[in-house]
């Protein structure tokens, strides 16, 4: 996937405009157009239409630099049975730290949403090595919780006074944590 921040950054150093890159995201099959609608949705960070491989490789060749400087690595764990609320104390401590740094935090954190950011966080490595990334020089440039509701199954109510009934919310989240090279 396409490192926004990154990318924005080495186009302000190497001066390169829209028309420039997207005449080389044009040879992979877009449309001028549509390479030029695709190139302002990523530099304001939105992903549609999700840049592929090909396309953040041609990117890479434009600039001059390796895949891997504009690439990040991403993984999920979707509707984790634990509260945003919770996960996002602990998704706050890894922030932006080295990839080494931010597993040796999470192994020794006392919380019960710890174990599953570790295992995310080390999905995200996996998938960081697979594409042939240098692991040593990883950093966590995003770790997120976003709320995904209430838990299937936990339909529970809380009997009150006077006959009536409070619901017991049990929530779910989306845990993402996304990782890049320095």
């Known amino acids: 996937m396409l490192n926004v921040k990154k990318f924005n950054q080495i186009c302000r150093q190497r001066k390169m405009t829209l028309q420039q890159l997207a005449g080389h995201l044009a040879r992979g099959g877009r449309s001028e157009q549509d390479a030029v609608r695709a190139l302002r949705n990523w530099r304001k960070g939105l992903l549609t239409p999700k840049p592929t491989s090909e396309d953040v490789r041609r990117l890479a060749e434009a600039l001059g630099v ?19 609320r919770k ?45 042939e990334a240098d692991v040593e020089n990883l950093v966590v440039s995003e770790a997120r919780v976003d709320p995904a509701g209430r838990r299937i199954g936990t339909k529970a109510w809380r009997a009150k006074d006077r006959g009536r009934a409070h619901p017991i919310r049990k929530e779910a989240s989306h845990i993402i944590v996304s990782v890049s090279q320095q």
């Open 66 to 84: 390796e895949v891997q400087d504009i690439s990040q690595w991403r993984a999920m764990y979707r509707y984790a049975p634990m509260s945003p």
């Open 87 to 131: 996960v996002h104390l602990v998704t706050q401590l890894i922030q932006g730290r080295e990839v080494q740094e931010a597993l040796d935090i999470l192994q020794f954190t006392r919380k019960r949403a710890a174990e599953a950011v570790r295992k995310v966080l080390q999905s995200a490595i996996a998938n960081a090595d697979e594409q």
